[in-house]
Structures are given as C-alpha cells and as structure tokens.
C-alpha cells in the first residue's frame, strides 16, 4: 500500500530499513543467478490465468518470479542432463499452475487454488497425461526445494511502493508541489509495470544487448516503470524525479534512460499493432 504523506520518523527510518534490505537481495539475486532465463510468453500466460482464477494483481507477479526463479536453477543445475531438462519442458504447464497456486497462498490462503482446479485446468487441455493430486503435491515440493524454500520474492511492485514513498518525501521536504497524491501516479506504475512483463523479453533484449546477458535486477526495472509513469502524469518533474531516484538508487541515468526509451517503444508498438487486447491462451 502507498505510505501516507505524514509519516512519523520511526515509519520513515523503518522504510529506509526496508528499502537497503530489499536492495541487499536485489545484488545478491542478480549475482548469484547470472543470465537471467526468460520465457517471452510466460507472463502473459500467467497473467492470463490468474485473471480467469480472479487472483489480486499481486499474485500474478509473484507467480511469474517464482516460476523464473525455479526454472534458472533447475536449468543451472540440470542443464547437461537432457532426461532431466525433458522431463522440465514436459511438466512445465503443471510447474507454471503450481506456481500460481503457491502465489494464490501467499495472497491469501482463504482463496487458495484449489488442486481440483489445477487438475480441471491440465487435464482439459489434454496436452498432457493425466494429472494426479500426488503430481500436483510432488510438483510443489520440487519447486519449493529448488528454490530452498525461500518465498520471500523481490518483487517491482514492491519496489515501486518505496521508492514513490522516498520520492513523494522528497518533495515535500522541498515544499515542492510536484507529487502530492501519489494515486494517479501509483495506478500508471501499475499500468507501465504489466506492459513491462508482457514485453519483458523484447525490452530486456533491448537494453541488455542478448539473452545471455539478462540479470534479475528489480531496481532498475522499479526505477525505469517509475520514470515511464511520471513521464506520462507530468513530464515536467521528470528530470528531478530521475534525478532523485539515480541518487538514491545509486544508478547511472543512462541506464535509466534507456531503459525508460525501451519500455516506451515497447507501449507504443503495443498500441500500433493491438496487441494489448490479444492474450494468448495455455
């Protein structure tokens, strides 16, 4: 949720707490993994999926962390292993429905997917053997062995949560008028951040130069969302507002530039060619 404009200090120094947590995880994530595996069509698949199961928006991100998280170290670890990576491509649409009903626990497990659900869903698209409740458990502790049983995710959306609070404080410690309801702005993050993930592979070949130099670095990507969207409510705060967020995420503008001018072409090809209203089905 979008922190209050009168905040306390104590509230103000457990966000900036918070924020060098989640930049600590972010360096060590984008370290350890290396290239980052991306699967162009993934999000939109995801996307698509816990819109029909009506799961928060939250949880679609999540669900697409998760996945990608998984499936780099299954493919670290495996990758010289042709039955294993077989087996992997095989029972990827049972991983990615997995992944969703983990998220759709973390949102909330009142409104957990149900294994019915997943069942009704693999079993219907007949692209596949049958699947079991025992498939679906099996499935779950794979994921969450692999990924060592960490779901605390470092998730964009976060990310832009506190970065917009940092940036609303910071202009109003300046007595500067420019963000005084973070609403508009927050609710275009959101709009810029879903383009991002269904054009993720397209923008990240962009800015990264190739595939094998993909990183999972969620600053940056919270950090370019931001600039997009405050470009779009009020272009004329979007030199201080980079400025700002180069220096308190210790960035260089280019980058930010960058990968601002490469989200925006990707909005603009969406809107040219319809594609926003095309989703693909699993």
């Known amino acids: 949720a979008v922190v209050s404009t009168q905040s306390t200090g104590d509230e103000a120094g457990l966000i900036e707490d918070v924020f060098e947590i989640m930049r600590m995880k972010n360096e060590m994530i984008s370290e350890q993994q290396g290239p980052f595996f991306v699967n162009r069509k993934l999000p939109e698949i995801i996307f698509n999926l816990c819109q029909m199961m009506k799961l928060p928006s939250e949880a679609r991100y999540f669900a697409v962390e998760l996945f990608n998280n998984f499936a780099n170290r299954f493919v670290k670890k495996y990758c010289k292993r042709r039955e294993k990576m077989v087996v992997f491509c095989s029972r990827s649409a049972l991983y990615i429905l997995v992944c969703i009903q983990i998220s759709s626990k973390m949102s909330s497990h009142y409104k957990a ?26 499935a779950e502790l794979e994921i969450l062995e692999m990924v060592d049983y960490d779901l605390v995710l470092l998730l964009p959306l976060d990310m ?54 993909f990183r999972a670095d969620q600053v940056i990507v919270a950090v370019g969302v931001i600039c997009v969207a405050v470009f779009i409510v009020d272009s004329t705060l979007i030199e201080e507002v980079s400025n700002f967020l180069a220096a308190k995420c210790n960035l260089d503008k280019d980058d930010m530039q960058r990968l601002s001018v490469n989200i925006v072409d990707n909005i603009v090809h969406n809107i040219n060619s319809g594609e926003m209203s095309q989703r693909s089905e699993l």
């Not at 993720?200 to 800015?207: E, K, R, S, T």
């Open 113 to 138: 997917i149900s294994q019915r659900t997943i069942m009704l869903h693999l079993n219907r698209a007949k692209k596949q053997p049958p699947v079991s409740k025992n498939d679906i458990i099996s």
């Open 160 to 213: 832009i949560d506190v970065l917009l609070y940092f940036t609303q404080q910071y202009f109003v410690e300046l007595e500067h008028e420019g963000i005084t309801n973070l609403q508009p702005l927050k609710e275009t993050c959101l709009s810029v951040l879903e383009m991002f993930y269904l054009r993720q592979h397209q923008i990240n070949i962009a800015y990264y130069g190739s595939v094998e130099k």
